[in-house]
């Protein structure tokens, strides 16, 4: 199944340099669904959930709630990151004549 495909389905689109990677984990009958990055040579995982089709009406409805799954924890690491460094700016002791010492 293409990424077109798999984002037809309803799959979460993905910025570029992104993709879905989808193989199977274990004789359980799961499922991993990895969001990875591309890089020059090789890819990188960055977000990753299980999924057990069985529990699915159909494989591709599994897969695809897996997708967005791991696109909804992605964007809340992200909105985690973003906000550990805004909190930078406060890190310190701060003065009470008005100065901030870090």
Same mark, same amino acid.
């Given at each position: ?15 570029? =340099? ?10 359980? =009958? ?13 890819? *990188?995982?960055?977000?990753? *959930?299980?999924?057990?089709?069985? $529990?699915?009406? *159909? ?5 695809? $709630? ?8 992605? =964007? ?5 990151? /973003? ?9 310190? $002791? &701060? $003065?009470? /004549?008005?100065?901030? &010492?870090?």
């Amino acid at each position: 199944m293409s990424m077109r495909e798999l984002v037809a389905a309803g799959a979460p689109e993905l910025p570029p =340099g992104y993709f879905y990677r989808v193989r199977s984990e274990s004789s359980f =009958g799961l499922l991993k669904v990895e969001l990875r990055r591309q890089g020059r040579w090789f890819s *990188t995982a960055v977000e990753n *959930t299980y999924v057990r089709p069985a $529990d699915y009406a *159909t494989v591709e409805r599994a897969v695809v $709630d897996a997708c967005s799954r791991v696109v909804e924890w992605w =964007g809340g690491r992200q909105a985690d990151a /973003r906000a550990m460094e805004e909190s930078q700016k406060f890190i310190g $002791d &701060h $003065d009470p /004549r008005g100065g901030r &010492h870090g």
